[in-house]
C-alpha cells in the first residue's frame, strides 16, 4: 500500500514536500509517480523516478518547480514543490509499478490515497 502525505494549504510562492510511504511493498522494485487532479479537471502527470531515482521525468508545465527523490532504505519518495501557484490546487497521489514511465498515460499498478494540497491566493 500506499499512502501520501504532506499537502496541505499553503500561499502562492510557497513550498510544499509530499511524502508516499510503502508498506507490503518494497518500494525499491518500484518506479514511483505522482499525479494529481484538480476538481473538474483530468487526472495528471507531475513527476517519476525510476526505481534507483537515477532518471526522473516531470511535467513538461511544471519543470523548474518540482524535486521527486527517493529514499529506498526508508520505503518512501517525495516530490517537494516550491513557488507554488493557486493551478497547484489539487489531490496529488503517489503510485508504484514495477515498469518506469512518465506521462498522463502511465497508469502504475499500485495506487494511494491522495493527499490534498490548496493553495491561498
Known amino acids: 500500500q500506499l499512502q501520501a502525505s504532506g499537502g496541505g494549504l499553503v500561499q502562492a510562492g510557497g513550498s510544499l514536500r509530499l511524502s508516499c510511504a510503502a508498506s507490503?511493498?518494497?518500494?525499491?522494485?518500484?518506479?514511483v509517480g505522482w499525479f494529481r487532479q484538480a476538481p473538474g479537471k483530468d487526472r495528471e502527470f507531475v513527476s517519476s523516478i525510476n526505481w534507483s531515482g537515477s532518471r526522473t521525468y516531470y511535467a513538461d508545465t511544471l519543470e523548474g518547480r518540482l524535486t521527486i527523490s527517493r529514499d529506498n532504505a526508508k520505503n518512501m519518495a517525495f516530490l517537494e514543490m516550491n513557488s507554488l501557484k493557486t493551478e497547484d490546487m489539487a489531490v496529488y497521489y503517489c503510485?508504484?509499478?514495477?515498469?518506469?514511465?512518465?506521462?498522463?498515460?502511465?497508469?502504475?499498478?499500485?495506487w494511494g490515497q491522495g493527499t490534498l494540497v490548496t493553495v491561498s491566493s
Open positions: 507490503g511493498l518494497s518500494l525499491m522494485d518500484y518506479a
Open positions: 503510485a508504484a509499478d514495477q515498469v518506469s514511465k512518465y506521462g498522463s498515460s502511465w497508469y502504475p499498478g499500485s
